[in-house]
């Protein structure tokens, strides 16, 4: 389950408390978003279970979403020691997310 975010202070103290963390970038007209963070969140619980999972609605917090160049949704950070490693945005499959994400989980945790 991802955590969301409310602020910029929240999302700073997140990112520097936890060693890998997939940000999810969001907003409420994208009909894309709502079927692919299930999916997003299934892939992180079964696969990369020591990444934190977080949810930033862009129209709610357009700071968070100013400060890391967030243009469109859905858009997926992923960072590993508070370092941004990774950056899906628009169109990307699972698979896609998942093989890109093994090798430095690995890596990291392992």
């Not at 409310?6 to 409420?28: C, K, M, N, P, R």
């Not at 007209?29 to 696969?47: A, F, S």
């Amino acid at each position: 389950m991802f955590r969301e975010i409310t602020s910029i202070d929240d999302f700073q103290q997140f990112l520097s408390e936890e060693a890998a963390v997939l940000a999810y970038f969001s907003t409420d007209e994208c009909n894309v978003c709502k079927v692919l963070r299930p999916k997003v969140e299934n892939l992180i619980d079964h696969h990369f279970s020591k990444i934190k999972g977080i949810y930033i609605n862009s129209n709610l917090v357009p700071e968070v979403a100013a400060q890391n160049r967030i243009f469109t949704a859905p858009t997926i950070l992923v960072f590993f020691d508070g370092k941004e490693f990774l950056r899906k945005s628009r169109s990307f499959g699972i698979d896609e997310l998942r093989s890109e994400i093994s090798r430095p989980y690995l890596l990291m945790f392992s």
